[in-house]
Nanobody
């Protein structure tokens, strides 16, 4: 069973917003630090935002001030609110454990930002 299932992606114009969701299954979700990652065609997967089990957050510089990561332990869910989207944010977005990823990865959710 895939431990993380992502949703919420779509096609949006530059400057628009999307909210991604990641539901965790078959793991003790509340003890994990969780990360949102993204992978664009021809590029390496990168971590864009992380949230600790205690709720501390961190972001890659390119999304600071635009993206917000949050979690709801009661729902085994992590969210990524993305505002002021840019074409360079176009990628498949995936979630996983922050420090030691769990396989298999989910399929992710596609985010496409048009200029």
């Amino acid at each position: 069973q895939v431990p993380f299932v992502e949703s919420g992606g779509g096609l949006v114009q530059a400057g628009g917003s999307l909210r991604l969701s990641c539901v965790a299954r078959s793991i003790n979700f509340r003890i994990y630090d969780i990360g949102w990652y993204r992978q664009a065609p021809g590029k390496q997967r990168e971590l864009v935002a992380g949230i600790s089990s205690g709720g501390s957050t961190n972001y890659v510089d390119s999304v600071k001030g635009r993206f917000t990561i949050s979690r709801d332990n009661a729902k085994n869910t992590v969210y990524l609110q993305m505002n002021n989207l840019k074409p360079e944010d176009t990628a498949v977005y995936l979630c996983n454990a922050r420090w030691s990823t769990i396989t298999p990865w989910g399929q992710g959710t596609q985010v496409t930002v048009s200029s």
